[in-house]
């Protein structure tokens, strides 16, 4: 290793200036040629139009593009390329899928951007230890298309289809957490190039447990012991660190098996409050769903358009249900008993795949619906999570506070978890309806905060939410986070201006 960084860093010493600004403000030319010593011309690009597609994500937060974009081929690469940014004080951002809705991939500095989308290959698939080693570039959806016949799934689905070291960087979630848990409870173990293009292994090589244990997943008992309680969790370290300690280049995740029989449900309410009040009962009365969704009248409105569903246009919850035929029929009669006390009505189910699917593909592309709502308005989504119990007030006030702010906005929420989002669309080049936007954000935010809640359930801070960081865990503890960032990037170059 020590010889495959000096050749890549050989002949460019930053004393010699290779890399300052050109006149265009780009990188200099005799760096970009290291660059593409070390992957292949084939595998770099300074276009404009390529960097600018990678200088954003799914957000509306805009900034300059990377100076250049670079498609390592496998590990090495990533750590020679690494060392020779680091040593030369060019900020890297790592790229998985640009899926991200916190403008974590902005280049706030330039830089070199890391398009990990070429690592693709699923490396290990240890069925009996339900376990898989990814590469960066390969999506969630295309592990469960490989995985499809080995009775074993990944269970965490964000709406997009993101790359699954994506989703490790951006602590991600999706609507299986209620009971699957999040990226968090399912990642075992990563590899990470470290800034000074060192390998780590956060639970050491090859290994494939995770530290602690998580009581609260049933699920999750099934797969036994798998623990360890060697050391500091440096796996949950890196897990939500949105590319600001170094790049994950693999991904040791936690499979589950496919369950016997699976039925989806939908209840329309009178009321936001009813529909919440059934989500806090169904989870008291311990029926362990697995998924459970909310979505407001306008969401709901915005998703029979934009995916043809017929659906009442109401307070609605969109449910899962896993386990034995026996155990579904009790799970769906409860549920069903819980919808009607509290007002539910039209509480229909599907037990056919295709059925299942159609609900929640519209489900899942709920983001879209809502931007179909403004056609030529950007999407920002707001991501608080707030203890369950705190779940009513905070939905019902913030349905109050979008009617009277006169923003579009719609919400769609995983509400199992705490967790919801206000989709507000806002005209990008309108200053004070953005404004207005943002100021909508941070006050939600803030109330989450007051109810002992988070600003951003599965998200991430990236660019927009740091303030609302500092507030949340305190001065001691971004101090901390400060320190362990200094240790790990002492020159702050990676993915410098988001997080902290
Ligand atoms: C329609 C839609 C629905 C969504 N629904 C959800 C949802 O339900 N739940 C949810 O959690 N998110 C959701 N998201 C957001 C997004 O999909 C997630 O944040 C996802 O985890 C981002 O993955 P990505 O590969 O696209 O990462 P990117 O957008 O490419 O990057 C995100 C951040 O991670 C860093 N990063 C990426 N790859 C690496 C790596 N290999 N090593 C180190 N850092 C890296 C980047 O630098 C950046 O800071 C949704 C997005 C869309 C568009």
């Not at 890399?19 to 084939?42: D, I, K, N, Y």
């Not at 990642?187 to 639970?203: K, Y």
């Not at 999570?385 to 905070?394: A, D, F």
């Not at 967790?419 to 953005?434: A, G, K, Q, R, S």
Request: charged content about 20%; glycine content about 10%.
């Amino acid at each position: 290793m020590a010889l495959l960084l000096r050749a890549a860093t050989w002949g460019l010493s930053s004393g010699r200036g290779y890399c300052s600004r050109g006149t265009q403000g780009s990188l200099r030319e005799v760096f970009v040629a290291a660059l593409r010593a070390v992957v292949g011309p084939p595998h770099v690009s300074t276009s404009i139009a390529v960097r600018e597609q990678h200088g954003r994500d799914e957000s509306m937060h805009r900034c300059q593009p990377p100076d250049v974009v670079v498609w390592p081929q496998n590990v090495d690469q990533v750590s020679r390329l690494t060392a020779l940014c680091y040593s030369h004080g060019v900020p890297i951002i790592p790229f998985g899928t640009g899926t991200g809705l916190e403008g974590g991939v902005c280049a706030v500095q330039g830089g070199v951007c890391m398009n990990l989308t070429h690592m693709d290959r699923i490396t290990a698939l240890n069925l009996e230890d339900f376990s898989v080693v990814v590469e960066p570039g390969v999506t969630r959806k295309a592990l469960n298309t490989h995985l499809r016949d080995s009775g074993l799934w990944f269970p965490v689905d964000p709406g997009s289809d993101a790359s699954l070291c994506g989703m490790a960087a951006t602590g991600a979630s999706g609507t299986n957490a209620v009971r699957y848990g999040t990226m968090r409870d399912n990642i075992l173990n990563l590899e990470v190039v470290l800034p000074s293009g060192q390998l780590l292994h956060t639970a050491g090589p090859g290994r494939h447990f995770r530290p602690g244990f998580w009581p609260s997943l049933p699920a999750l008992y099934v797969l036994g012991s798998r623990k360890s309680a060697a050391g500091y969790n440096l796996t949950g370290l890196f897990v939500g660190s949105e590319g600001t300690l170094g790049l994950i280049t693999a991904a040791t995740l936690r499979l589950h098996p496919v369950p016997e029989a699976t039925v989806a449900a939908t209840c329309a309410f009178p009321s936001v409050q009813a529909a919440v009040d059934s989500t806090v009962h169904i989870l008291q009365a311990a029926v362990p769903v697995a998924r459970i969704e909310f979505l407001d009248d306008v969401m709901m409105d915005a998703c029979n358009r934009h995916s043809q569903l017929n659906c009442v246009v109401a307070p609605t919850l969109f449910l899962e249900f896993h386990g034995s035929e026996q155990a579904l029929v009790e799970q769906l009669q409860r549920a069903e008993e819980i919808t009607q006390h509290n007002g539910g009505s039209h509480f229909s189910w599907a037990k056919e795949a295709e059925e299942r699917s159609r609900l929640w593909a519209a489900r899942h592309n709920a983001w879209y619906a809502a931007l179909a709502l403004r056609p030529g308005c950007k999407g920002y989504s707001t991501d608080v999570c707030v203890p369950i119990s705190r779940l009513p007030e905070i939905l019902v006030q913030t349905k109050e506070d979008l009617k009277a702010s006169g923003l579009t906005g719609a919400i769609v929420g995983h509400v199992g978890d705490g967790n919801f989002h206000c989709i507000l669309l806002v005209d990008p080049e309108d200053p004070e309806e953005l404004h207005r936007v943002e100021a909508f954000a941070q006050q939600l935010g803030r109330r989450a905060l007051a109810l002992h809640g988070t600003c951003t359930g599965e998200h991430g801070i990236g660019l927009g939410k740091r303030q609302l960081l500092q507030e949340e865990v305190g001065a001691v503890g971004v101090e901390t986070m400060r320190q362990l960032k200094a240790t790990l990037d002492p020159r702050g170059l990676m993915n410098p201006g988001k997080v902290l």
